[in-house]
């Protein structure tokens, strides 16, 4: 007898169905569960969304555009320049900050060489 099994992934959320055959192994005479993916489920309609043809992937169906049909709204495309300019900025003064820490850590290492020195006559 089969039926359909749904497992939501903890982490993402993802909810996925399986079809489910529960059949008795000749061999060792015990229940065992056989499990067949079907797909997703599309958390609006909870439908099942089927999954892929082997080797490829089932993004668009999930809502996913493809950029080549969308086209981006111009205050979008501002603020993501605006985000990209602050990344920058934010790297650069994290360069700073990594010099700054190494130059402190070779004058920490030039002190404590010193007391060490003292401390050895």
């Given at each position: 007898?089969?039926?359909?099994?749904?497992?939501?992934?903890?982490?993402?959320?993802?909810?996925?169905?399986?079809?489910?055959?529960?059949?008795?192994?000749?061999?060792?005479?015990?229940?065992?569960?056989?499990?067949?993916?079907?797909?997703?489920?599309?958390?609006?309609?909870?439908?099942?969304?089927?999954?892929?043809?082997?080797?490829?992937?089932?993004?668009?169906?999930?809502?996913?555009?493809?950029?080549?049909?969308?086209?981006?709204p111009?205050?979008v495309?501002e603020?993501?320049?605006?985000?990209?300019?602050?990344?920058?900025?934010?790297?650069?003064?994290?360069?700073?900050?990594?010099?700054?820490?190494?130059?402190?850590?070779?004058?920490?290492?030039?002190?404590?060489?010193?007391?060490n020195?003292?401390?050895?006559?």
């Amino acid at each position: 007898m089969a039926s359909i099994v749904y497992i939501t992934n903890k982490k993402t959320g993802v909810k996925y169905a399986y079809r489910s055959e529960y059949f008795r192994d000749p061999e060792t005479n015990k229940p065992k569960t056989k499990r067949e993916y079907l797909g997703r489920v599309d958390p609006e309609t909870q439908k099942i969304i089927p999954k892929a043809e082997d080797g490829k992937r089932n993004r668009s169906k999930l809502g996913a555009v493809d950029p080549k049909d969308s086209v981006m709204p111009k205050e979008v495309s501002e603020v993501i320049a605006q985000q990209r300019e602050e990344i920058e900025r934010l790297n650069k003064v994290i360069e700073d900050l990594r010099k700054e820490a190494l130059k402190t850590k070779k004058a920490f290492t030039k002190i404590r060489d010193a007391m060490n020195e003292q401390l050895d006559d």
